[in-house]
């Protein structure tokens, strides 16, 4: 019996998915050997049966040649590979490139397998976190299934292999979770790095233990919960965290191969709790415990920098009421920092270094640097530089980008 050709095509796409680091080498190789048109002859085709081991019948076979080769002379290999696992959509194309642009950095053209190692995120993945499979066993079997085989890797290999498995999700989210939990990359740009250290740095201020609001969610310590309980388990726990760092975190611990796409609570606070010590730590006594957690907002001149982001909207619109600050008050030869001193006085100060109430704010803005400035306005400059999102500004942070460096 002869299969019909798209049969045929999801056949090879699931033997070179099955085959793995021996299937994304093929693809490497013959693709070099193609002409401009992405043709190859008929010979070339052959070998490349031969190397990949694809098991193909006389009938398959001459299937493909009817519709893939030319008078019999030419395999058209680009045709068939396209047909074989699609193409990207730009969404998705989006997401490979950014993941090779955080990998290859210094715009080498390729990168090594000990480069991948060090960038991929391990201990997000689904084995890892429930603790089934140490990151080394989860790095080596990962990399048997990509570039296990590959000395330099492409952007080509890197977009063929994200292609070959991305063929078999027809959903962009699912397949941009894979990007969230191998390369930390989402589609709206934000690094979940950024939300972590701000519920880490929040933890080692406030001496939380966040892992007890998470066990009641847990009763049979199944290690997954629901996104809801999550989102309450962190309510409950008083720490200060916006919409769009909950959703990055949520992602980044989800378990993509759950059929209710639970997030792992237990990886979570596992990394969390590293600001006090280190897990096992039993076990490797030799380890570095850094008496003082490296996040950004516990660095001195942590005062200094905004470390709120916004979507990329506000931040655009921020940027340019910024430059028109900065202008207006360069060219009238006003420094701002001292503008904010009178609310630093014992009596009208809000107890915390640096910072003002959004009222003292816009007063400040307006009574005293006499800025024309829309209420609109203030409350974009307020969700900037309200960094401990207790209705106050950050006003060193905020002069320090509006003032000309001493």
């Given at each position: 019996?002869?299969?019909?050709?798209?049969?045929?095509h999801e056949c090879i796409r699931d033997q070179l998915q099955r085959f793995g680091a021996k299937g994304i080498l093929a693809l490497k190789t013959f693709h070099a050997k193609c002409d401009n048109q992405r043709c190859m002859d008929i010979n070339t085709w052959r070998e490349f049966l031969r190397f990949s081991g694809l098991r193909l019948n006389p009938e398959e076979l001459a299937v493909l040649m009817r519709t893939h080769a030319t008078a019999g002379k030419e395999f058209q290999f680009g045709a068939f590979m396209e047909c074989v696992r699609g193409t990207l959509n730009n969404y998705r194309d989006k997401l490979v490139k950014a993941a090779w642009?955080?990998?290859?950095?210094?715009?080498?053209g390729y990168v090594t397998r000990d480069?991948?190692?060090?960038?991929?995120?391990?201990?997000?993945?689904?084995?890892?976190?429930?603790?089934?499979?140490?990151?080394?066993?989860?790095?080596?079997?990962?990399?048997?299934?990509?570039?296990?085989?590959?000395q330099k890797v492409t952007l080509f290999d890197f977009t063929e292999y994200y292609l070959l498995l991305g063929a078999s999700i027809p959903d962009d989210v699912d397949f941009e979770l894979l990007f969230i939990k191998a390369w930390k990359i989402r589609g709206d740009g934000y690094n979940v790095d950024k939300a972590l250290n701000n519920v880490k740095t929040q933890v080692y201020k406030n001496r939380n233990r966040i892992r007890e609001f998470f066990r009641d969610y847990d009763p049979l310590r199944h290690r997954l919960i629901i996104?809801?309980?999550?989102?309450?388990?962190?309510?409950?726990?008083?720490?200060?965290?916006?919409?769009?760092?909950?959703?990055?975190?949520?992602?980044?611990?989800?378990?993509?191969?759950?059929?209710?796409?639970?997030?792992?609570?237990?990886a979570f606070c596992d990394e969390i709790d590293t600001v006090y010590t280190l897990k096992e730590l039993e076990k490797t006594p030799l380890r570095n415990v850094l008496p003082i957690p490296n996040l950004e907002g516990l660095k001195p001149q942590r005062f200094l920098e905004a470390t709120v982001y916004l979507e990329p909207k506000k931040e655009a619109a921020l940027q340019v009421l910024l430059k028109r600050i900065r202008k207006e008050l360069y060219d009238r030869r006003i420094y701002l920092r001292g503008s904010f001193d009178d609310y630093a006085v014992p009596k009208l100060c809000v107890g915390i270094v640096g910072h003002v109430t959004y009222t003292q704010f816009a007063q400040a803005l307006s009574s005293?640097?006499?800025?024309?400035?829309?209420?609109?306005?203030?409350?974009?400059?307020?969700?900037?530089?309200?960094?401990?999102?207790?209705?106050?500004?950050?006003?060193?942070?905020?002069?320090?980008?509006?003032?000309?460096?001493?």
């Open positions: 019996m002869v299969h019909p050709i798209f049969f045929i642009k955080k990998l290859d950095m210094d715009n080498v480069c991948l190692k060090e960038t991929y995120n391990l201990i997000a993945q689904p084995m890892v976190m429930v603790q089934q499979q140490t990151q080394e066993e989860a790095i080596v079997e990962w990399l048997n299934g990509s570039f296990a085989l590959i996104d809801e309980q999550f989102a309450a388990a962190l309510d409950n726990s008083k720490l200060i965290i916006s919409k769009q760092e909950m959703k990055a975190i949520i992602d980044n611990y989800r378990m993509n191969d759950d059929p209710m796409r639970r997030t792992c609570w237990t005293y640097v006499m800025i024309r400035i829309e209420p609109e306005e203030i409350e974009l400059l307020c969700e900037k530089y309200d960094d401990l999102k207790n209705k106050t500004v950050n006003f060193l942070a905020f002069t320090t980008d509006i003032d000309p460096p001493p």
